[in-house]
């Protein structure tokens, strides 16, 4: 019975809210207007965050569980000023496309991708792209940056090695330059010179590839000598053998790489060895700025909320004071009161709580239309903003409901 009349009470509770919302639009609307946008820019900066997750997950999960990186800067954050001491790596030897032949050629090693990076121009007849990125890879550079090359073919081996004049485009230069046009087969030139597109690729969706940019990719070697793109940046993305310990590969590369540079035992590595976890570690700590940016914002909405809140809640105490009269002479407790008015001040919070999702809702119905992003909102996102809001109706909703809850039921039943 007791279970049941609490039910009730909170039933009464909700149906008293509502009927306030109603009667005063323009203080209640303040008030679920402040709820509302902190629980917006919750649901849509979790939803952004969850899909970009997603995509850098795929993008790591396509290099494989076991791959692993070398390079010339460390993955991690640091306070670097330019000198030799905040940033010693600035002043470590380039890795180059001879040292990733030797690291092949360990046993447990199936394959080395080699990567540098750049920008050119890509002109067609006369249409033309100012700035398009150009990635130089090694030949098997699907293997590690997964994706799909959806026209033509990549380039082989022995285009990588003699500096073949190809191209491979992704779809925004089919787009812009071919006008969606076949693009295979046709000639461009790229810093002037001439270059035959080979394949059309379409890489894994991620926030990193939004793929609102034009993007070539061209042998390694063919960067260097066409393009004239240096080697200082160059990286490297190791592949172990299927079933092989990748801690074991890790040492015999760093071994292999210390004795290429002649380091004697008690000097540090000049390079840097990073795995997919470590730059997962790294991306988590750049997310966690946005995640402290984002409670603020939505902390800033709760707290404008909850002020309206005890605003509504104390003229609906004035207003409602002959009927808690009333309610007491008749038996109500303390308790019964207090329980009501906390119910009715919950009731406010989560129905701004439930116009912040819907308005959040379309717009990560947006932002996963019109961007690479694939934003979706958790469950527990959902379940956390309504706990939130909820708990911060009864928080600020307390201060009313004591006063409700302490009215002498003689003095209220005066009350005019």
Known sequence: MELWSKLANMLEGVV??????????VRAGLTILGIAVGVFVVTVMSAAVHGINEGVSRSMAAAGPTTFFITKWPAEITSCTGSRDSCPWRFYPRLTLELAKEIERLPQVRAVTAH????SSIKYVDR??????????????????????????NFTEL???TAAPVVIVNEKVVEKLFLHEGAVGKEVRMNGQLFTVIGVYKPIAN???SGDRG?????????QRRLNIGIAWLDLTVKPRDGVNRAEVMDEVIATMRIARHLRPSEPNNFFVSTPEKLMELYDRIVGVFFLVMITLSAVGLLVG???VVAIMMISVTERTREIGVRKALGATRGTILWQFLVEAATLTTV???AGLLVGGAMTIVIRSLTPIEASTPPAAIIAALGASAFAGVVFGMLPALKASKLDPVEALRYE
């Not at 008293?16 to 639009?25: E, G, H, P, Q, V």
């Not at 792209?129 to 699907?142: E, K, M, N, S």
């Open 16 to 25: 008293i809210a509502l009927d306030a919302i109603r009667s005063n639009k």
């Open 116 to 119: 540098i990076s750049s920008s």
């Open 128 to 153: 033309a792209l100012p700035g398009i990125q150009v990635d130089g890879f090694t030949a098997r550079w699907l293997d590690v940056q997964g994706g799909d090359i959806i026209d033509g073919r």
């Open 159 to 161: 285009e990588s090695e």
């Open 207 to 209: 926030a990193f590839d």
């Open 215 to 223: 993007k070539g990719i061209v042998p390694i070697t063919t960067a």
């Open 306 to 308: 909850g002020v309206g």
């Open 352 to 354: 701004g709580a439930i």
